[in-house]
């Protein structure tokens, strides 16, 4: 299997004890199709992401169904679809621009994508700082606040109060889940609250957000989906959920799609 084919199932894997809380080996191994000792591998890298819980035979979620799972479990998901999106949201931004780039994986996507481009960037996590640190074209301003362990994201009132000082031109937003009803939401209070101050703080929103996030509804709302300039997808979205989307946000664009 190649890297690609793993982060597929890895993927699946997570969706499969999302809709039944736990698997056993020799399950998963019927529903992927590979070697129980392949599921044994993927267990085992799950688990030390914190993605999940082994037990003798199978697994089970680290928390709970509405869990989001580590960084490092979801830079692996879904890795095309944000490298798309992530271009397109880069060709959307002008030299000269000032930014704020949210500390997602999408985040840390648009990020290499910006690389070599002349703009003023505040990231909102360590990892898109490092990123954009290595090149010599951005101009990189580095919040205050405290870093949340895992995610390593900049959060708390520094932050916010450093964000609300500036007037950036462009906000790339990132969010856990979208929905009509549920807006753009997150799985972590003190990350919403710092999104929401970075919205306020820039001229305009750029959603960035793939289309498995679609119908998921974290536990805090960051905005309604109508509040954002524009939202970027994949195309891999639904056709029926494009419409129902475009029917309710200022604009949507479809990276790669239509």
Not at 66 to 80: K, L
Request: net charge negative; aromatic share 6%.
């Amino acid at each position: 299997m190649n890297a690609a084919s793993k982060a597929v199932r890895h993927q699946l894997v997570l969706e499969i004890l999302r809709e039944t809380g736990k698997a056993s080996v020799v399950d998963l191994r019927d529903r992927l199709g590979v070697t129980e000792m392949t599921i044994r591998r993927d267990l085992e890298l799950l688990e030390a992401d914190g993605a999940l819980k082994r037990y003798h035979g199978g697994a089970t979620l680290a928390i709970g169904s509405s869990y989001e799972p580590p960084f490092p479990t979801r830079e692996r998901m879904h890795a095309g679809a944000k490298r798309a999106i992530a271009e397109w949201v880069a060709s959307q931004i002008a030299e000269g621009s000032t930014l704020v780039v949210d500390g997602g994986s999408t985040g840390l996507a648009v990020a290499q994508a910006l690389e070599g481009r002349s703009v003023t960037v505040c990231p909102l996590s360590l990892r898109v700082a490092w990123q954009l640190a290595k090149s010599t074209s951005i101009r990189l301003l580095i919040p205050g606040g405290a870093v949340r362990q895992g995610e390593r994201s900049f959060v708390g009132a520094d932050t916010i109060e450093y964000l609300l000082q500036h007037h950036f031109d462009r906000y790339v937003m990132t969010a856990s889940g979208l929905s009509i009803n549920g807006g753009l939401t997150e799985w972590n209070p003190d990350d919403a609250s710092v999104k929401r101050a970075a919205a306020r703080a820039s001229e305009g929103v750029i959603a960035a957000i793939d289309a498995s996030k679609y119908g998921n509804v974290g536990f805090v709302r960051i905005c309604e989906t109508s509040y954002p300039d524009l939202i970027v997808t994949d195309d891999s979205i639904a056709g029926p959920d494009l419409q129902d989307l475009r029917a309710h946000a200022k604009q949507v664009d479809v990276a790669g799609g239509f």
